[in-house]
């Protein structure tokens, strides 16, 4: 295992983005990086050493965001195909933490759920064949947003009402393979098997995604584990496979062929590929890349002080498979 340097500006590293990272891809000269308590994405150049040269992208310049520019949107995958960077919400709720030792503060907040419209959003943005600069793009969200259709599932929702941290319905990894869009799910797991959901969506040419055909669900042993994050790599995909609920490990890195096998896929028929490192309270692997190297690079959220450079940057895993 290798470390690189994500070296972040004072911007970011005031608003602990470097600290709360949750996707990354590579793009043709450096990495796009998101955080999940912003409405932000970025990007990072390869100055040599270390990635650098931070360029910060509003999303609500590219695509309209259901609950405005500054309601943070909870980005919690990254895919870069075909031309296009696509970004994902994690569509959930979310329950509001303890801050309190007095016993009726405290259970007044655990009974309090919020819903935040930019959480429920899957963009499309065009990249310039000659930059790399997003351009204007397309959304699904507001009353079309992904849980609508999922309003019916059988096996999905009943977990929609339930914040993602409670084994609720929540998306973090996406993947983009020819015409097809794989998003993981952290949540639910269902008896043990996690959920990746197979979607066609295409773009209506007024700013706005919608659902080609119904969507296909796919159920993998895990072992218990949700979906963390995942990436294509040639015909397979790589997931990230951690806890649904709020625990530290174990988090693992195992490969799935969908061409082999879909629909119900058990764990014999998933290569272990790592186990990852992480720790107590800290260095939760959240987001993986496949580099054009072949090398699988990971960062992390809530980085160990170990992993928080003298720059302000913040370091992440570079693994040869």
Not at 251 to 274: F, H, M, T, Y
Request: hydrophobic letters at 40%.
């Amino acid at each position: 295992m290798e470390q690189v340097e994500l070296r972040f500006d004072h911007a970011s590293q005031a608003s602990q983005t470097h600290t709360n990272l949750s996707a990354i891809r590579q793009s043709s000269s450096g990495l796009w990086i998101a955080g999940d308590e912003t409405a932000t994405f970025e990007h990072l150049s390869w100055t040599g050493d270390h990635y650098g040269g931070q360029r910060t992208f509003r999303l609500a310049d590219h695509v309209g965001l259901p609950a405005g520019p500054e309601e943070e949107a909870d980005i919690e995958g990254l895919a870069r195909a075909n031309g296009f960077l696509w970004l994902v919400g994690s569509h959930s709720l979310k329950r509001r933490k303890v801050k309190s030792k007095d016993p009726e503060k405290a259970s007044e907040r655990l009974a309090t759920v919020i819903r935040e419209e930019n959480r429920f959003i899957l963009a499309c943005l065009p990249l310039d064949p000659g930059t790399e600069l997003p351009g204007p793009g397309s959304i699904l969200a507001g009353k079309d947003n992904l849980t609508a259709a999922l309003a019916d599932d059988p096996h999905l929702a009943p977990f929609l009402a339930l914040p993602g941290k409670d084994n609720g319905f929540d998306v973090e990894g996406i993947a983009v393979t020819r015409d097809r869009l794989y998003l993981g799910l952290r949540g639910p797991v269902l008896r043990g098997w996690a959920v990746v959901l197979e979607l066609r969506p295409e773009d209506t040419g007024k700013g706005r995604l919608r659902l080609r055909e119904p969507y296909r669900k796919h159920f993998l042993d895990l072992g218990g584990l949700g979906v963390r994050d995942m990436c294509p790599d040639g015909e397979s995909l790589l997931l990230l496979a951690g806890p649904t609920m709020d625990l530290d490990g174990p988090v693992r890195v195992l490969r799935w062929r969908p061409g082999k096998r879909r629909g119900v896929v058990s764990g014999e028929e998933l290569e272990a590929v790592l186990e990852l490192p992480y720790g107590v309270g800290c260095d939760h692997p959240e987001g993986l890349a496949r580099l054009a190297d072949g090398r699988l690079m990971v960062v992390y959220d809530s980085p160990s002080p170990a992993r928080i450079t003298p720059a302000g940057g913040v370091l992440a895993d570079v693994f040869t498979l």
